[in-house]
């Protein structure tokens, strides 16, 4: 079954185009990674997809039904967003930012319910930040907020989840405890569309790449047949050398740096 289906979308600010004539699909239960040079538009592919944004032309069809026919709340039980980052001007305790989760489930004033509860408490416990229920949010790491945020997007319990560079700042612990827990939530049949900078976590933990250049998708399809060193080099501009991870038959990539 098809979750996401984007028909021939164009995007521009003010008169500067950003995406222009972009179609693909995401099927339900895949990992889905977006990569590309800065500027490329990935980050903006997101939020044309859970309509923070609206294309100029072209469609986005939700599960067969086209985005602009679904009213929000109910487009926010289906799709959670994580943005690249997140502020907290008020320091609420982590059980409170992931009851925020529930509103698309609340009406005007309601207060929530066993079924809300049971839904914040299974987000505490598959993003493993139950031991933070009781702390402020700023008072935790950048790794550990992280973590809170998509917990906040999945006590919404969607079916898609939506991530800009969720990895980024992040030290090698943090960025693999986040790749992880993706791929688990995936394995729960979540669908996800991740945007990532790291070529080579995107080529460990994503089963299909879109690559974008400028506005446009330059190649779409797995790690292994989308990640070389010619496509790099065009799209890129830089000269890399490409191996295998010694334990997955995915693409890794290293840099040549200049004089060797």
């Given at each position: 079954?098809?979750?996401?289906?984007?028909?021939?979308?164009?995007?521009?600010?003010?008169?500067?185009?950003?995406?222009?004539?972009?179609?693909?699909?995401?099927?339900?239960?895949?990992?889905?990674?977006?990569?590309?040079?800065?500027?490329?538009?990935?980050?903006?592919?997101?939020?044309?997809?859970?309509?923070?944004?609206?294309?100029?032309?072209?469609?986005?069809?939700?599960?067969?039904?086209?985005?602009?026919?679904?009213?929000?709340?109910?487009?926010?039980?289906?799709?959670?967003?994580?943005?690249?980052?997140t502020y907290f001007a008020l320091n609420f305790t982590v059980e409170h930012i992931l009851i925020m989760g529930r509103y698309p489930y609340l009406g005007v004033f309601q207060r929530e319910g066993r079924k809300d509860i049971d839904a914040v408490?299974?987000?505490?416990?598959?993003?493993?930040?139950?031991?933070?229920?009781?702390?402020?949010?700023?008072?935790?790491?950048?790794?550990?907020?992280?973590?809170?945020?998509?917990a906040r997007a999945l006590a919404q319990q969607p079916k898609i989840l939506l991530l800009d560079e969720p990895t980024s700042h992040l030290d090698l612990h943090h960025q693999f405890a986040i790749m992880e827990l993706l791929k688990k939530l995936?394995?729960?049949?979540?669908?996800?569309?991740?945007?990532?900078?790291?070529?080579?976590?995107?080529?460990?933990?994503?089963?299909?790449?879109?690559?974008?250049?400028?506005?446009?998708?330059?190649?779409?399809?797995?790690?292994?047949?989308?990640?070389?060193?010619?496509?790099?080099?065009?799209?890129?501009?830089?000269?890399?050398?490409?191996?295998?991870?010694?334990?997955?038959?995915?693409?890794?990539?290293?840099?040549?740096?200049?004089?060797?």
């Open positions: 079954m098809t979750a996401i289906e984007v028909k021939n979308i164009q995007f521009s600010y003010n008169t500067e185009d950003v995406i222009e004539d972009v179609s693909f699909t995401l099927h339900q239960g895949e990992f889905l990674g977006i990569i590309g040079p800065n500027g490329a538009g990935k980050s903006t592919i997101l939020r044309l997809v859970c309509r923070i944004l609206t294309p100029r032309l072209g469609s986005v069809l939700i599960f067969d039904k086209n985005i602009t026919m679904i009213r929000r709340k109910i487009l926010a039980q289906q799709i959670a967003f994580v943005p690249q980052e408490e299974y987000a505490l416990e598959q993003a493993d930040v139950t031991k933070f229920r009781k702390r402020p949010i700023n008072s935790l790491s950048s790794g550990e907020r992280q973590r809170v945020v998509i995936n394995t729960l049949g979540i669908s996800i569309i991740i945007v990532n900078h790291d070529l080579n976590l995107a080529s460990l933990y994503c089963q299909r790449l879109l690559l974008m250049h400028e506005g446009t998708i330059y190649a779409d399809g797995t790690p292994k047949s989308l990640i070389n060193e010619k496509t790099l080099r065009d799209v890129y501009g830089t000269s890399v050398k490409i191996i295998r991870h010694p334990d997955r038959d995915v693409p890794q990539i290293f840099l040549h740096p200049q004089g060797e």
